[in-house]
Every structure is written in structure tokens, then in C-alpha cells.
């Protein structure tokens, strides 16, 4: 049950939501693209994030 809450961390969620991406239609994508922006520019904040830390 712990482990999912460790999909939250940075490299495993960002590999998380591209493997969603990849496994979605094109289709599907543009239907759902919507939900995950939210989530999207979350991550973008934390990959920057990432980055600033590690340089």
C-alpha cells in the first residue's frame, strides 16, 4: 500500500505518467490530455526542480 504513495517522487512519477501517455491512443490522449495538465504542469515544476538541485 507505502509504494504507491512513492509514485509521487520525481524520476518513478515522470516515468510513470509518460509510460500513461505512450500506452494511450492518440485518440484517447487528446480526450484525456485535459486531466493530466494539472498534473502535467506539477511535474514540469518538479523536474525543474530536480535540476536545480542536482546542478
Known amino acids: 500500500m507505502n509504494k504507491s504513495k512513492r509514485v509521487r517522487t520525481g524520476g518513478d512519477y515522470s516515468h510513470c505518467l509518460?509510460?500513461?501517455c505512450l500506452s494511450t491512443?492518440?485518440?484517447?490522449y487528446v480526450?484525456?490530455?485535459w486531466i493530466y495538465q494539472?498534473?502535467?504542469n506539477k511535474l514540469i515544476q518538479e523536474i525543474i526542480s530536480a535540476l536545480r538541485s542536482c546542478s
Open 18 to 20: 509518460f509510460n500513461i
Open 25 to 28: 491512443s492518440p485518440t484517447n
Open 31 to 33: 480526450g484525456t490530455a
Open 38 to 40: 494539472e498534473e502535467a
